[in-house]
Nanobody, 123 residues
Framework: QVQLVESGGGLVHPGGSLRLSCVAS????????MGWFRQARGKEREFVAT????????DYENSVKGRSVISRDNTKNTVYLQMNSLEPEDTGVYYC????????????????WGQGTQVTVSS
């Protein structure tokens, strides 16, 4: 069974930083495209960032571009999301996702999901 487990969320003040981690198991990690999504209270889940097999290809939602970095360590089966200059608008549950299909990856469609980790940005 494929399992994705997120961690690293928490409560931070505006302007603070968090580093989210997602550990994958049950798959050949280096052959999977990975992504981060988030869902704020009362809103639909939205794309945050994606990363290709090697980590060289990345994509970001416009509001996090320039202050967030998605990365992966294939030796640890882990994908990360470093978030800096956090704002209250970044608050939400952050989900890790995976797909082995390049076609689905291109459409930001993912097949496996973690349970999420809560990020709260508040003064």
């Amino acid at each position: 069974q494929v399992q994705l487990v997120e961690s690293g969320g928490g409560l931070v003040h505006p302007g603070g930083s968090l580093r989210l981690s997602c550990v994958a198991s049950g798959l050949t990690f280096s052959n999977y495209y990975m992504g981060w999504f988030r869902q704020a209270r009362g809103k639909e889940r939205e794309f945050v960032a994606t990363i290709g097999w090697s980590g060289r290809s990345t994509d970001y939602e416009n509001s996090v571009k320039g202050r967030s970095v998605i990365s992966r360590d294939n030796t640890k089966n882990t994908v990360y999301l470093q978030m800096n200059s956090l704002e209250p608008e970044d608050t939400g549950v952050y989900y890790c996702a995976a797909t082995g299909s390049i076609a689905r990856f291109a459409r930001r469609e993912f097949d496996y999901w973690g349970q999420g980790t809560q990020v709260t940005v508040s003064s």
